[in-house]
């Protein structure tokens, strides 16, 4: 089984090419959901000890309130993904061992450099769209400031630096190239293995 790690800053594109993806009935891990997930359910005590009760509400964190936290305090941060991170490798590993008989399976993450996943990955797919074009996606998806959207791109490695390490890169600027890209990619992957 090989893994390919699918990256690419905030509003890059990820989870649209993580959906072709799953259109071609390849097993994929996506980080952001299963973060989420285990947030808010069997990290949610950690998490309130960090951050205090109020972060969550009726059950459910206030995602806007934690992002405004961490994101303004890297400290914070730091002990956040200390929390998250694990637990996410841990749940990847369990769906590693859930799929082992697949040919191969993509695990979708914006920090897959900045966390040292990319060892871990057989190849690497990076996600790139224009700063401008990546910001009005973020905006139109999650009403977040423009600021705001700075500030975690700023918490992101660059494309520039994250390109030399990547196998492949999609350009998804325009998305009818997009597709190509990606056919071309997944038809090189097929014909590899």
Not at 4 to 20: A, H, M, P, R, Y
Not at 80 to 86: A, E, Y
Not at 121 to 127: G, M, Q, S, T, W
Request: with cysteine; charged share 35%; net charge positive.
């Amino acid at each position: 089984m090989k893994i390919i790690g699918l990256t690419g800053g905030i509003g890059s594109g990820k989870s649209s090419i993580l959906n072709l993806f799953k259109k071609k009935n390849i097993s994929c891990f996506n980080t952001d959901f299963i973060a989420k997930k285990l947030m808010d359910n069997e990290l949610k005590e950690k998490i309130k000890t960090l951050f205090g009760t109020d972060i969550y509400k009726k059950g459910e964190l206030n995602r806007k309130k934690i992002s405004k936290i961490v994101f303004n305090d890297i400290e914070k941060l730091n002990k956040l993904n200390s929390i998250v991170h694990p637990a996410v490798r841990k749940n990847f590993t369990d769906f590693v061992k859930r799929n082992k008989k697949d040919k191969f399976i993509v695990y979708e993450t914006a920090l897959l450099f900045e966390t040292g996943f990319n060892k871990e990955c057989d190849i690497i797919i990076l996600v790139i769209a224009p700063l401008k074009k990546r910001i009005k996606r973020i905006i139109k998806r999650d009403g977040l400031l423009k600021s705001e959207i700075t500030r975690r791109i700023n918490h992101q490695w660059s494309d520039e630096k994250k390109v030399d390490l990547s196998d492949y890169i999609i350009n998804n600027d325009n998305w009818g190239n997009t597709l190509i890209e990606f056919d071309k990619i997944f038809n090189k992957l097929n014909l590899s293995y």
